[in-house]
């Protein structure tokens, strides 16, 4: 099979990043605890180790750092991205925002405890504390993003990131790659978060989130439905390319408790995320069509998927295998 080459664009060829799995046969040990939690910050970090090697630098931007488990800190994406990226190619700047003061007295730790890095190797790490949602506008207006591929992530709890947000996100480059957005969809606690919904405020902060007034339609769809409409938002954004990535609840389960929707203009981004997704141990068909998948993570072989029961323009048609890495 042909291994796709990855070029800069002086046509020079770069390193592409390979896949290890152990020999097949060898059984994996099955994980344990939050599985949702650690699949969300390991995809983050593996993704950015992979789409570093293709652009060499690049800025991350987390608009809800904190850790959302301060007892498994393993699951704290801030802390996985900013410790793997050592190398000479990789992100060289961090901005980091928390409006919770206790969640950032963890973020400055974290920034103070990092290990230095070669003298001839730079790093910026920004703490800000405050409402991302009410920060982000004047943070951009800044000009403080370096004109390098530029990644956002927002692992919101339910319904904290507003849409206007996103919005200020995407339309801040008009020319070239827009910023970059994993969003994290909390799918599997949104009928709940609806129902016990009863206060004035509570409505405006769905409404926000939202970003219109009849998130009521919300209600009455199933949580695929829910996630092809927020694909087409953010594809309504202007996005090139949006797919939402399915994170499951356990290594035996196909409940979905989020949707990773990640909106990119790069050409290489998308079949990077694939990568990373089959790396982490959540099992993705090559042809990009199947969102909802069985899986075992205790053994490397998975089971062969079911029939896909969602739209095929969610991921696009089917492939021929050998356009694949």
């Known amino acids: 099979m042909r291994r ?22 060898v059984p994996i040990k099955r994980i344990k605890g939050y599985l949702w939690s650690v699949h969300k910050a390991h995809l983050i ?86 409402d991302f949602n009410d920060a982000v506008v004047d943070f951009l207006n800044k000009g403080e993003i370096p004109i390098e591929p530029t990644f956002c992530l927002l692992d919101q709890r339910t319904f904290e990131c507003r849409w206007s947000t996103v919005e200020a996100l995407a339309s801040y480059k008009p020319e ?11 799918i599997a606690w949104l009928d709940r978060a609806f129902s016990a919904t009863s206060k004035e405020e509570t409505f405006r902060s769905i409404a926000e989130w939202w970003g219109r007034e009849d998130w009521r339609s919300l209600q ?3 949580n695929r439905d829910r ?12 996005y090139v390319d949006v797919k939402p990535w399915p994170i499951y609840s356990d290594a035996s389960s196909s409940r979905v408790m989020y949707y990773m929707i990640h909106a990119t203009d790069h050409q290489d981004a998308p079949d990077l995320m694939r990568r990373a997704y089959e790396r982490v141990g959540l099992h993705a068909p090559s042809s990009h069509l199947q969102l909802e998948l ?8 998975p089971p062969d998927p079911p029939t896909p029961d969602l739209p095929e323009d969610l991921f696009g048609p089917p492939e021929d295998d050998d356009s694949q890495c």
């Open 4 to 25: 796709r080459r990855y070029v800069d664009e002086s046509g020079s060829r770069l390193f592409e990043p390979v896949l290890q799995p152990p020999p097949q046969g």
């Open 176 to 186: 070239g790659t827009k910023i970059e957005i994993f969003y994290f969809l909390p």
């Open 227 to 238: 996630a092809k409409l927020f694909t087409q938002r953010f594809k309504d954004l202007g």
């Open 294 to 301: 069985e899986f075992d993570c205790a053994v490397f072989e």
């Open 45 to 130: 970090q593996c993704y950015l180790d992979f789409f570093v090697y293709i652009t060499k630098c690049g800025t991350y931007i987390d608009g809800f750092a904190g850790p959302q488990d301060p007892e498994r800190l393993d699951c704290w994406s801030a802390k996985r991205v900013l410790e793997s990226q050592v190398r000479p190619k990789r992100l060289r700047n961090f901005f980091l925002f928390d409006a919770v003061p206790s969640q950032v007295e963890k973020l400055e730790a974290l920034r103070d405890g990092l290990q230095p890095l070669p003298s001839n190797l730079r790093r910026r790490v920004e703490v800000t504390q405050g």
């Open 220 to 222: 009455d769809m199933k």
